[in-house]
């Protein structure tokens, strides 16, 4: 069992930037591929990127060179960096955790989500 913690969230102006944290629990969390999720209102929730354990990472094309996922296995914890935030980025952000076994998704843990709004 994993639960997940989301901190960070807040109220930031279009270019700002926030940072979201993500804490763990449980002993195995290297073994899991961390990820970052949202949902805007009225819309469906979308990957925004993903880190794997050797910290390979995944990118949805929207958040490419403004955002960045890293992870501290030592920690268990995940961030998110987000620069030049636009009003388009606003939405509940949600830590994610999978854990595969022979490429097959075995265990899927979500946190309560931090929500990030981008307004003047």
């Known amino acids: 069992q994993v639960q997940l913690v989301e901190s960070g969230g807040g109220l930031v102006h279009p270019g700002g930037s926030l940072r979201l944290s993500c804490a763990a629990s449980g002993s195995t969390f290297n073994l899991y591929v961390m990820g970052w999720y949202r949902q805007a209102p009225g819309k469906t929730r979308e990957l925004v990127t993903s880190?794997?354990?050797?910290?390979?990472?995944n990118y949805a094309d929207s958040v490419k060179g403004r955002f960045t996922i890293s992870r501290d296995n030592a920690k268990n914890m995940v961030y998110l960096q987000m620069n030049s935030l636009k009003p388009e980025d606003t939405a509940v952000y949600y830590c994610?955790?999978?854990?595969?076994?022979?490429?097959?998704?075995?265990?899927?843990?979500w946190g309560q989500g931090t929500q990030v709004t981008v307004s003047s």
């Open positions: 994610n955790a999978r854990k595969y076994v022979l490429g097959i998704l075995r265990s899927d843990y």
């Open positions: 880190i794997t354990s050797g910290g390979s990472t």
